[in-house]
């Protein structure tokens, strides 16, 4: 049985960074589009970013351009988010997604993570 499982969330000021990694275990990712996708309270889950199989072509929500990257290393089944210049609109649960970017914004998702919490203090 294929699971993701976010890490690296956690409480941080206006400004600053924090990476977030995705790691699968069960089932190789390396042939999949991975994303992540946000959901803060009162508001419905939005995607913020994907990447295809190979990694060689990124999507991102325009909140979020320049100031978040994503990445992957197949080789260790890992999808990573590296967020920059935080905001405190940028505090929400933040969920791994595999799938596949259709036409972007839409991400076909057929499994997700179990969510990480990302608060940004102003």
């Known amino acids: 049985q294929v699971q993701l499982v976010e890490s690296g969330g956690g409480l941080v000021q206006g400004g600053g960074s924090l990476r977030l990694s995705c790691a699968a275990s069960?089932?190789?990712?390396?042939?999949?589009?991975m994303g992540w996708f946000r959901q803060a309270p009162g508001k419905e889950r939005e995607v913020v970013t994907a990447?295809?199989?190979?990694?060689?072509?990124?999507y991102y929500a325009d909140s979020v351009k320049g100031r978040f990257t994503i990445s992957r290393d197949n080789a260790k089944n890992t999808v990573y988010l590296q967020m920059n210049s935080l905001k405190p609109e940028d505090t929400a649960v933040y969920y791994c997604?595999?799938?596949?970017?259709?036409?972007?914004?839409?991400?076909?998702?057929?499994?997700w993570g179990q969510g990480t919490q990302v608060t940004v203090s102003s």
């Open positions: 997604a595999r799938g596949v970017v259709r036409r972007w914004p839409k991400v076909d998702v057929d499994l």
């Open positions: 069960g089932r190789s990712i390396s042939g999949y589009d």
């Open positions: 990447i295809s199989w190979s990694g060689a072509v990124t």
